[in-house]
């Protein structure tokens, strides 16, 4: 059976002669707030163009343009449907431990695991993760190395176990920890340093007053401070990252957190928008519209930030977004895309080994698949519980079914969806949000610009399948 | 943290386009994650 719209539209005696009619491609016009531009998009290939104002009908008529799009059409199709569809996990969210030194206001996983959870021991620790080595020798192709990241709660409080898991499969996968950054020490940092494992912290504002309002420990003291320290130990270090959570309490902030996280030469970020799966994030939730001003505003601050030193900070999840338009099949990131990469691209696994589609699962018993204790990693993969979020398809929620974009969103998030908003097939917390982060990357296309907001190099081993750049639009294409 | 010279510092405006359009294409069995980068791919 076909899953795509495109794929499903192919038997009528149409020749595709016309846009938007019979077999013809679908191009959707949409207003990108640009005073030149308009953008073109295949909703279901994620093809887009950026057409000028005044040569939109040239553009839409049987032309050139039209000619070479609809060449490409099906390869697109077949592009989408292999990265909607066709890959197989190749990361593992680890929680080694369910206790957390602290509170935070929005966190995803329920306030008494985190006060009083289980530890993983050493030795089940290294089992999981000699489970999960093979299953990734069974599925992954020869070479690949498949991606441990180690989460929480807080993993640090299960050192020990995780620093000898690390060095007892280093050669088996890559590492990564995600950390609130309280306990990384100089020992730590050593540690992870030399063992090239990748860091992430959490701070949330460059301010004391605004960082603690959401961080804090059980006594509700803020730990900003102590983050800072963290901060300063991993200065010069090549794999580290902060991920800054977008709430109502801090989004005002967001243009100073890049200035300071450019300051302290922090390579990469990621600034998150909150997830309202659970109902105390809620509380924190910022309004789509003034969320996106905030983060549209501190995008631009890190271009001129870019233009005025040469140094680049980072923001990962828009670097994303930007990605799933250039070139959807190099995105790093798989919540804006749907089916997300929940359960399908990364599992997680908590310290008694139930594994759940994501880390946002983690609390919601009706989510756990199965455990890698005792199960098959294969068969959780296809349980109900799985199958309820990798099911969840874009092209069925409405309006994500009527929408142009819905390819460079994806819909986040169905455990949003489904907690919040009460079904799978309802969108999530925000939508608006995303309209304006994609229409800000068209806008950075139209301009030439968006080379400032992805890394070096990020197109190395892509290569380009279609271009046209006309000064005229009746210029054949390239 | 990436630092080079800001592409586009000192030329011409360049001269504006009818049609912007463009796709780039790669083996898709990318990082796959959800809320955290894994530098496999390392701003420079």
Known sequence: MSRTGTESRRSAPSRGRFINSGEGPTLQPIDVGHADYLALVDPDTAFWSLVARDRLSDAMSDGPFLQAYRKKAAAFAREMNLLRFGLKPSAVYFNPTERCNLNCSYCYIPEGMRSGGEHMSRERLLEALQRLKDYFQRTLPAGAVPQIIFHGAEPLLAREVVFAGIDAFRRDFRFGIQTNATLLDDAAVKFLGERDVSIGISLDAPRREAADRTRKDWSGQGVHGKVLEAMDRLRGYHAWSVICTMTRENARQLTGMVEFLHQREVPTCLMNIVRCTLPPSREVKPDDRSAARAFLAALERSYELYRETGRKLIVGNFANVLLAILAPTARRLMCDISPCGGGRCFFAVTPSGDMFPCSEFIGLESFRGGNLFRDEVEQVLESRPFQLVTGRNVDVIDPCRRCAIRHFCGSPCPAEAHEMNGAMDRTGAFCEFYEEQIRYAFRLIADGREGAFLWDGWDRGTKTTFEVTATSARRAPR | ?44
Do not use: E
């Open chain 2, 1 to 44: 943290m990436s630092k080079c010279k800001p592409k586009g510092a000192g030329k011409a405006k360049p001269v504006k386009k009818s049609v912007i359009a463009s796709r780039k294409s790669c083996s898709a069995t990318g990082t796959g994650l959800s809320h955290y980068i894994l530098t496999d791919r390392k701003a420079k």
